[in-house]
């Protein structure tokens, strides 16, 4: 499991997820706008970085996120 | 309002399954957003279903507050004074010269709306505030600035009203937030995205300030704090380098340890038990206790010790026997952390701190630590280590006497029977709340349940006091009996002894009082109920010995006369007959 799937897990602990290499925000019920802005706290409390306000609406998905990591060298 | 479940929340929270946790709520409302859903939140959700009001709706959640809801249920109102101050009206204050006058106009909004909630609800009320702004050190060098006049005015409002309030509670935030560094608690960039003033770790600040806080509503504090000697009291090993060779008082290190010593002698002096287990010769602890010049804590501080070459769990387990306090209510210090893990495995009921390697940080550590703390004490918590030292003699007395009723009747037993008046409230709902032992049913009632309860017309209840040669020994009962108007039944809501006085049947005592009064209000059958936990066996008995019938053994008119009352009790249920009831144990109180 990699460090993001363990973080989206527990953000979302009663959502069974397998691959969530394609999840977005709204593809369950529980990931609101509200969840994500959550999620992406952990996010950045998790891996020491922080997003920038106009990066707060614009990763919208588990692709955007790890592209951002990626550019701070980090691999979730 | 945005409703948490725990199946909402982040994991790591865990469902706590007890009854009374589940009923318990705490609603959130913020004059930022809070961040529902927030995993710095875990603190608190995993023992209470958490409620949030949306950040504007703040002012009608209090305003609008329900006067019936659980006494379990606390509301949080958390404020940032930017938002609701403008900054344009800051020049004015300062203008004007800040006159009460201005303050209370500016803070006029929040105190009412805190006003209306404390007169129309019984439940209790967490007022957390921060105030955002941090000037720089000129705006401070000739005057304070205008937004920490605001800050020191709302707090003093606040503590004016607290003083005649029963259920307000303060939370001045920057205090807890200066400890991680106000940079780390505030983004402003989640309140420019989300209207939300703090950080992820401001939040995690505030869920853990305001969890500190409700756990004391529910759960009694830590009563026993057991003690290291070498390289815990003192620097160094006293076997190894002797009394002149340890480290205590000296420069560096050894003042740390006096200090951490005065932190202990404090908590002492406020009614927490102090007891040593250490792996030590015991005559040259006792020697270093009596010489050493530079000792604070004192031979007569110690109510109990171990000090033995045997296993520390062991030894602990045998304080908790001598003293009579359940291993829940211990904290265990060690720097060693081989003995910390090996009680923890052990006794996982203790208290076990992972307490600092550097011993300059333990003064400060124990002191802000929130075990031993409370919302107030009592005359009993002053007392309590005399109290404890009596009963160690009784003890004593009473088994080299064989414990027989000519041993009770020449201590000169005095109980007092005194009413629940205002006064004696919190001591009233401490008992309810911390005693294990001797309790039927260990009905955790709180200070608001007890007040109405004692004002019902047709409630019987009462503290018993007692004085006997080893002591005054305090408030040490309480009896609580409650019946319908006009009804012949009446239930034993509430009996319980505290376990340092037991032994002397003065439990016997105060269902004769209890019987008495009960009389008078034509009530002709006293229902009980015991209902068993891991710690109160030494109530089983109780009932059956002094005169209840068990159900099972219950005619057919005495269960159609209590039967309305049967509804909810999970307990075994036992009923008095009091026409014909003769309490037994009473010779030692009939002089």
Known sequence: ?76 | MLVLKNSDTPSGVRDTGTESQAQRRITLAGTSFLLPGNSAWQRLGGDYALEFGEFAEWSSLLLNSQPNSSEADTFAFVVFLQDIISSESIPALIEGGASPEDLERILQPVLMAIDRFDSQSSNRLIVAWSNAQCPGAVEYGRQVPPWDLVCSGLEARLRERQARSKTLFLLPLDKFFAEVGRENCFDSRNYYAAHCRLSQRGVAVLATQIAELTNRFFCAPKKVLVLDCDNTLWGGVLGEDGIAGIRLGQDGAGTAFSDFQRVVRNLAQKGVLLALASKNDEAIVWQAFDEHPSMILRRSDILAFRINWRDKSDNLAELADELGVALNSFVFWDDNPLERDSVRARLPEVTVPDVPREVWRWPNWLESSNWFATFGNTAEDFRRSEMYRSRARFRLESEQSGGDSEFLKSIQLRPVLLPVSEALVSRAAQLAMKTNQFNLRTCRHGELAIRQISNEENAVSFLVGLQDKFGDHGNVGLVIARCKRNHKVAFLDTFLVSCRVLGRHLEAWMLDQCAQQLRTKQVSVLLAEFVPTDRNQVAATFLPEHGFISEAQWNPDLRNMVEPLLNGHGGRLFALDLANAAVPYLDAYAQ
């Open chain 1, 1 to 76: 499991m990699t460090r993001l799937e363990d973080l989206l897990r527990q953000q979302f602990p009663s959502v069974p997820l397998n691959d969530i290499s394609d999840l977005h925000v709204g593809s369950f019920h529980e990931w609101s706008s509200l969840a994500h802005f959550n999620f992406l706290l952990l996010v950045e409390e998790s891996f020491q970085i922080q997003f920038t306000v106009d990066e707060m609406s614009e990763l919208r998905s588990i692709h955007d996120i790890r592209a951002r990591l990626a550019t701070a060298g980090i691999e979730a």
